[in-house]
């Protein structure tokens, strides 16, 4: 079992920035990839970004993620990081920690085996 907790939502202006961070507890010796989704009110979850944590690190990002949003580990601490900068407020949305076993790909809800609680990011205009 892989336990996921997220933290570091909040609110913030347009343009700002925020620093999502994701502990990882847990047997992870079956992990292979950590990701990023978000579910805004009223909508599906939706893919941010992912990172495998084997022997190549490749991540992929949501197209509108590219270039604003940076998906990072801290293997030490067991810790995965996703770097929010230029916020706009279609980025509103609870932002939920993922981790996944080995896949063809991991861009979609359905490719991850464990999830966090979320936490909420509010941009405001």
């Known amino acids: 079992q892989v336990s996921l907790v997220e933290s570091g939502g909040g609110l913030v202006q347009a343009g700002g920035s925020l620093r999502l961070s994701c502990a990882v507890a847990g047997r992870t010796d079956s992990t292979y990839a950590m990701g990023w989704f978000r579910q805004a009110p009223g909508k599906e979850r939706e893919f941010v970004a992912s990172?495998?944590?084997?022997?190549?690190?490749?991540?992929a990002y949501k197209d509108s993620a590219k270039g604003r949003f940076t998906i990072s580990r801290d293997s030490a601490k067991r810790m995965v990081y996703l770097q929010l900068d230029r916020l706009s407020p279609e980025d509103t949305a609870v932002y939920y920690c993922a981790a996944a076993g080995s896949r063809p790909s991991y861009i979609n809800a359905v490719d991850f085996d464990y999830w966090g609680q979320g936490t909420q990011v509010t941009v405001s205009s």
């Open positions: 990172m495998t944590i084997r022997t190549h690190w490749s991540t």
